[in-house]
């Protein structure tokens, strides 16, 4: 019986386990995280604005490998020994014959330890609801956005709408390193954006970073301070520390590179946030359709690979992208149309509604946006 690890309880570890418990192979497979559940990443800062409850964006993964017929164990990977085979954790060592590695990516301080203690982040529901407990002591005037990507402007947008909820005045600034915000996307979703942007009265500041945080006082590059201020850190993210480690060919986020079947040796894939794919001039963006696409086709390859059959090569179909703000001027591109609006804001709550897990976590999260 071949021994099958996955790494990672997220949207590509997830999907490419359920598919191989569909194959019906007999395949001993066992998914691992260091954490018990699995959170629904895109919709966390609508429990800001929009008062989602980060109860209904978490999953237990035990009831998940319990639901498809895999083995589910909670720990943390240290390293990995590709020659050899071989998964270390923290209590244990796990021999495979074929591994997924499916991580995902985590929030990258850029070694800055002052942000690291000072700042709060967006990564899981734990985090959401610290943000929310947080903003309900009122001890902030400022609070400042690091990063000016997808999270950044949402988690604005959405904090905006909270402090009008709440009958509070305070300035809302995003920090942007970069000379714009959205890096590469188009032009005119950017001054889409930046309009709005301004219209909820939300500060942009490009070409700056964060210079001394101490408390709730913050100094950005340029010299301007903000006293009672608290920062939400957006501005990039990494791949776990085990694969910072390994010696493989990595983008600078980290990512490994795969080949055109997701494979980085003959008994390893990746899939997700985890892998490095070219795609056209570049390479593929991470995204939710992409996770869930990769894993069931490394779980095919993993499939093929136990059968001795020729490789599926993974080919990405794009759907488009949408970035939702609290006041549903949102926008995006989706199956080609450029889309502003409502209608954008409506497709991104339907495809969340969708891809989250479990009925009462659905049922719950269409009731809140319905009231909204």
């Not at 000379?179 to 188009?186: R, S």
């Not at 997701?262 to 899939?271: E, K, M, V, Y």
């Not at 696409?293 to 020729?310: D, K």
Request: glycine share 8%.
């Amino acid at each position: 019986m071949a021994k099958i690890l996955i790494i990672g309880g997220g949207f590509s570890g997830l999907s490419a386990a359920a598919r191989l418990c569909k194959f019906g192979l007999g395949m001993d497979t066992t998914l691992v995280d260091k954490k018990e559940t699995t959170d629904f990443l895109p919709m966390l800062p609508d429990c800001i604005g929009r008062g989602v409850d980060p109860e209904f964006l978490s999953y237990s993964l035990a009831d998940i490998a319990k639901k498809n017929g895999f083995r589910f164990i909670r720990d943390e990977i240290i390293s990995l020994d590709l020659q050899k085979q071989v998964v270390f954790s923290k209590t244990q060592t796990m021999e495979y014959d074929y591994l997924l590695i499916a991580s995902g990516s985590e929030t990258n301080f850029y070694n800055n330890t002052a942000i690291q203690e000072h700042a709060l982040t967006l990564d899981s529901a734990e985090d959401a609801k610290k943000i929310l407990r947080t903003l309900s002591q009122n001890k902030f005037d400022n609070f400042i956005i690091c990063g000016g990507g997808y999270t950044g402007i949402e988690v604005a947008s959405n904090l905006r709408v909270y402090l009008d909820k709440s009958g509070r005045e305070a300035s809302i600034i995003i920090a942007e390193r970069a000379p714009a915000i959205l890096g590469p996307l188009p032009e005119w979703m950017k001054n889409y954006v930046a309009i709005n942007l301004g219209e909820l009265k939300i500060e942009v500041i490009l070409n700056t970073s964060i210079e001394e945080i101490s408390g709730q006082r913050v100094i950005l590059s340029g010299g301007k301070i903000f006293e009672r201020a608290l920062v939400i850190w957006t501005a990039g993210v990494k791949t776990a520390a085990f694969i910072q480690g390994l010696r493989l060919e990595k983008n600078p986020q980290g990512r490994i590179k795969v080949d055109e079947c997701l494979r980085i040796d003959n008994h390893c894939f990746a899939a997700g946030d985890a892998a490095y794919f070219t795609f056209g001039p570049g390479s593929l963006r991470m995204a939710v359709q992409f996770a869930i696409t990769q894993g069931e086709c490394a779980a095919v390859n993993i499939r093929n690979s136990i059968r001795g059959a020729r490789l599926k090569r993974y080919l990405p179909r794009d759907l488009g992208y949408i970035i939702p703000m609290a006041n549903n001027r949102s926008c995006g591109n989706v199956l080609g149309f450029n889309l502003k609006g409502s209608l954008p804001t409506l497709l991104h709550f339907i495809m969340c509604i969708y891809r989250s897990y479990g009925i009462k976590n659905k049922t719950n999260i269409t009731r809140r946006i319905i009231r909204v």
